[in-house]
Structures are given as structure tokens and as C-alpha cells.
């Protein structure tokens, strides 16, 4: 982890309420897919982790849902401002087991995150599907990127108006090797039922202070609970217990 200083370059509308921006800076600590930042907002006490969609050498870029004020006040930031930010937080996907035809399944604002995964797994030779999940069409983004980067790409929206109608388990493929997923949690519980095969969950979780100090992001899993800020977000499959 490191604590840099770091440059908006770009703010845009990817839809009406997702936003894309991408951030110049030193960014060398962010080694891995699924691995967030922790933006210092003025006047906003805790920080706001945001996942990391994309980095090269001098840049990150990140995708945002405007939901609270927190986001409302990044929506309104321009190119020039500065944001004290924390980079290289979480432990990020292993790729290393993915066999050779990896799923990745994202929903919503746990799409971005799937995208340098996507990247590096195509990297390193191997036969990436993904499935893209939005409540309707007006939500979707990112499809024509994954499908830049040569993933198989399928679509669904839960009201049938683009893609295949209803979740991403709806247009799970059959031969896989293993499961990457990130999205709320019911979606991911969803997965968990659904797989046949060992998977990586990264979780979307409101955190306190994204350090492993305050333990208000804690999961259970067979070895007790853990921190989702600092020993995820992404847990393993076979370490996970849902709580009722």
C-alpha cells in the first residue's frame, strides 16, 4: 500500500449514473486484478474505496455509481483536481488457477473490476467467457471492451430488455474451469449454488477505515472472520459460510 497524490484526467458519463474516471499518478503498488484504491474526499471524513478496472504505467481507471455524496462529489470533480488516494489495497485475484477456460461473472458496479482480470488471463493464453449482468439496458457498459480485448461476451438484463432475459446464472456457460465473480451479494450467493467448480468471490463491502483496523467489513469463513478490506476482497469459494 502507499499513499500518493494522484491526478484526475479524465470524468466522464460511461450512463447516466456511472461514471469513468481515470487517475494519473504513481500507481506502480496496484499489482493485481481486483484490487481497490481509497479516495481522501474534502470535507467527507472517511475515505471512499473504489475497485480498480484498469492501470498502465502512469494511470488507473476506475468506474463509479453516483449513489451518495461521496460520489455525487467525485461526479462533480474535473480534470486538473487532485485526490489524496491510497493505492495497492486488497489481495486481488489469483490467476494462476484458472485452468484454461475461466467464467467471469460481474453485476453492476462489480462488472469494472473483471476487466483487468479479463485482461491478464487473456494475457497469459487463456479462453476468457464473461457475463455482464444490469437491471436493464440503459445500465449496461463495458460489453464492446471486453469484446475489444477478445473475451466471449453475453449480456443479460433482469427485464429482458437487451441480452438474455434475467441474471447472470441464467447465461452461465457449461464448460468452465473456474469462476471469477464480483456483484452484491445475493448475486454472489446466486453464483456460489450455481458453480460447478472452484471460484474466487470478491465482495462488495462498506468499510470503515479499508485498512483492517476497524473490523466493520467482516466476513465469516471456515477459518473464522476475516477482513474484507485487508484479507480480501476476493475469498475463495470453498472458504466462504453465508450468514442467514
Known amino acids: 500500500m502507499k499513499q500518493v497524490i494522484l491526478t484526475i484526467l479524465e470524468n466522464t458519463h460511461l450512463t447516466e449514473t456511472v461514471m469513468k474516471m481515470r487517475l494519473g499518478g504513481d500507481v506502480s503498488d496496484i499489482t493485481s486484478p481486483g484490487q481497490f484504491i481509497n479516495l481522501k474526499l474534502d470535507g467527507l471524513y472517511l475515505r471512499r474505496p473504489i475497485s480498480v478496472c484498469d492501470k498502465d504505467d502512469e494511470s488507473v481507471t476506475i468506474i463509479y455509481k453516483v449513489v451518495g455524496h461521496g460520489t455525487e462529489k467525485m461526479q462533480g470533480m474535473t480534470e486538473g483536481e487532485t485526490i489524496d488516494t491510497l493505492v495497492g489495497l486488497g489481495n486481488g485475484y489469483d490467476t494462476s488457477v484458472s485452468g484454461e477456460r475461466p467464467l467471469l ?16 488471463l487473456i494475457s497469459e493464453g487463456k479462453k476468457v467467457s464473461v457475463v455482464l449482468g444490469f437491471n436493464t439496458k440503459d445500465e449496461i457498459f463495458y460489453e464492446n471492451e471486453f469484446k475489444a480485448i477478445g473475451a466471449n461476451v453475453t449480456v443479460t438484463t433482469a427485464d429482458g430488455s437487451y441480452g438474455v432475459r434475467g441474471f447472470v446464472t441464467n447465461a452461465m456457460t457449461e464448460d468452465y474451469t473456474h469462476v471469477y465473480t464480483c456483484g452484491p451479494e445475493p448475486m454472489l450467493k446466486a453464483v456460489y449454488k450455481a458453480t460447478k467448480t472452484s471460484g474466487q468471490f470478491s465482495f462488495e463491502e462498506r468499510m470503515g477505515c479499508g485498512l483492517g483496523a476497524c ?3 467482516s466476513c465469516k469463513t471456515i477459518t473464522g472472520y476475516k477482513r ?3 484479507d480480501g476482497p476476493v475469498m475463495m469459494k470453498e472458504e466462504i459460510l453465508w450468514e442467514d
Open 105 to 120: 461473472l460481474g453485476g453492476g458496479v462489480g462488472v469494472p473490476p473483471l476487466y483487468m482480470l479479463a485482461k491478464k
Open 228 to 230: 474484507i478490506c485487508k
Open 215 to 217: 473490523m466493520g467489513c
